[in-house]
């Protein structure tokens, strides 16, 4: 048994150390092959590699339950020496990457048969999903770090597939702006952070925190840092721009970006929240940005008429809330809904085809606004009965508690006309479902992050209820009355979001204007007084 075991562990972290490396060597003989045959076989083996990699981290997973079991299987011993950090928020990170990987790769292998961006598209999407598995699977932050800078360099090669695109080249370049300046200020976080514990390795690093509250003014600047480097890469206000402007990639682009790449700055929150103590500026910031960019956001999905630019805006949304909650101390939820919207994101696009038809179709009458208010409060009202029973599962959090209770009451307001009291009751009960559905993935997700119950400070508190009280008012008045005086006005603007994205939009075209392509020059010449 023990050599099985010993087995396992081992085999389980070779094939997280070879992976990457794996995948940078296919990215790197797929350029150099010239036959489709081969080419092919590189799909095809790129596509294994990240099966490989999903059973290799469930398997991790496995060892990691067995040892909090109280079975010594050695597996941080093992993984230390090899640079590896194999952790519940490692594992959970790296079986999300590997689905998503090869469903990505089986989709693009046929919606870009006969595509002139095919043979550009496989080695920088295998860079990008090396770089985010490297991420995810070190313990140093300078590798961290390095893996952080490839996957924004690798990825603004997808966005710039076809280089005769002049919109989705000056968008890239947008997004390449904006990138440097997160990669500026994680850089910062991370000097800042070895200059209070004088270490870079994760495991030393949470250990002297747990030991010692981690105090001081290096670790509040820190956390400013590294919050203007989520906000840069989950494209928050006003740094968003670029995210409305990428639609011109491919599809597959398109969701490796919404669906992993641009959870990457909750992810780095995630993993590096124990070595700050309590609620600390950057916080702060996450809350009141985050807050905001949500706000916004949801307005302006609201009122698009594109697709692809709803998902866009939805994305902008959602990142706004993952953010806002990190802000609020509300980890484990933070973590649920990182994992929930990249697979809720990767079908929206692979599967954005099929929601245009839907679209089209016609739409139930729904019930009269009064009944679906009444049902939705009564709703609410019993979620949040079993939460002040159950305070633990929103973090003892109140404006968490709200925040899960709107999203209880607010499924019941599309509720269509004609339903008998039974159909009912039927939906307020899948609505209610939501909670004990919550609970198991609380229950799941949980133990893969340090226990941190962050008390909620008087800021805190009071800009977490601004955000979610100014949103829901406007969210219902755009739902529910779209004509009303106080939204018709202003949906042009929230459509464009408010135009929050200009100033920096402008600077950063004064900045790459050398690096635009200029329109082909029409020289005209007078033949018999006409242009020709």
Known sequence: MTNLLDAAVHASLAAWLALPVALLILAGVSVRLATPERQQRCWRIGQGLMIASFA??????????????????????????LGLYPDGLAVWMALLISFLGAVLLRFADGYLQGDRGRARFL???????????????????????????????????????????VE??????????????????????????????????????????????????ALEAASLALALAALCKCAQLPLHGWLMKVMEAPTPVSALLH??????????????????????????????????????????????ASVKHALAWSTCAQMGFMLFEIGMGAYTLALVHLLA?????????????????????????????????????????????????WPALVSHNPVLGALLMLAVGSTLLGMPAGLGRPQRLALAAMALSLVPLYALLHALVSPALPQAVE????????????????????????????????????????????????????????????????????????????WS
Not at 62 to 75: E, H, Q, Y
Not at 127 to 156: D, E, K
Not at 352 to 363: E, I, K, L, N, Y
Not at 369 to 388: C, D, E, N, S, Y
């Open 259 to 304: 669906a992993g790449v641009i959870n990457l700055g909750g992810y780095l929150w995630l993993r590096l929240y124990p070595l700050f103590d309590g609620i600390t500026p950057g916080h702060l910031m996450l809350i009141a940005i985050g807050g905001t960019t949500a706000i916004v956001a949801v307005m302006a999905m609201l009122t698009q």
């Open 341 to 389: 919207h990249s697979l809720y994101k990767a079908h929206s696009f692979l599967a954005s085809g099929r929601t245009v038809r839907a679209a089209r179709t016609s739409r139930l009458t729904l019930a009269p606004l009064p009944v679906r208010l009444a049902m939705a409060g009564l709703t609410a009202g019993v979620a949040g009965a079993i939460l002040l029973g």
């Open 123 to 165: 080695p920088w999407c295998l860079v990008v999903l090396a770089s985010v598995l490297l991420l995810v699977f070190t313990h140093h932050l300078v590798v961290m770090l390095m893996a952080w800078f490839g996957v924004s360099l690798a990825l603004h090669q997808l966005l710039t597939l076809y280089p005769d695109r």
């Open 168 to 217: 989705a080249r000056r968008a890239a370049w947008q997004k390449f702006a904006v990138s440097r300046l997160g990669d500026l200020s994680l850089l910062a976080a991370v000097g800042l952070i070895y200059h209070h514990y004088g270490n870079l390795e994760l495991p030393v690093l949470l250990a002297q925190a747990a030991a010692t509250p981690g105090e001081g003014w």
């Open 56 to 81: 290799a981290s469930a398997l991790i997973g496995g060892l990691l339950v067995a040892d909090a079991a109280g079975v010594a299987t050695g597996l941080p011993e093992v993984a230390a020496p």
């Open 455 to 530: 008390p909620l400070t008087l800021a805190s508190g009071l800009l977490g209820a601004a955000v979610l009280l100014t949103l829901v008012s406007l969210a219902l008045l755009a739902m529910l009355e779209p004509r009303h005086a106080a939204i018709a006005p202003w949906r042009i603007h929230f459509r464009n979001g408010l135009y929050a994205h200009l100033p920096l939009e402008r600077a950063i075209d004064r900045l790459t204007r050398h690096r635009r392509p200029t329109p082909a020059r029409i020289d005209t010449v007078t033949v018999k007084g006409e």
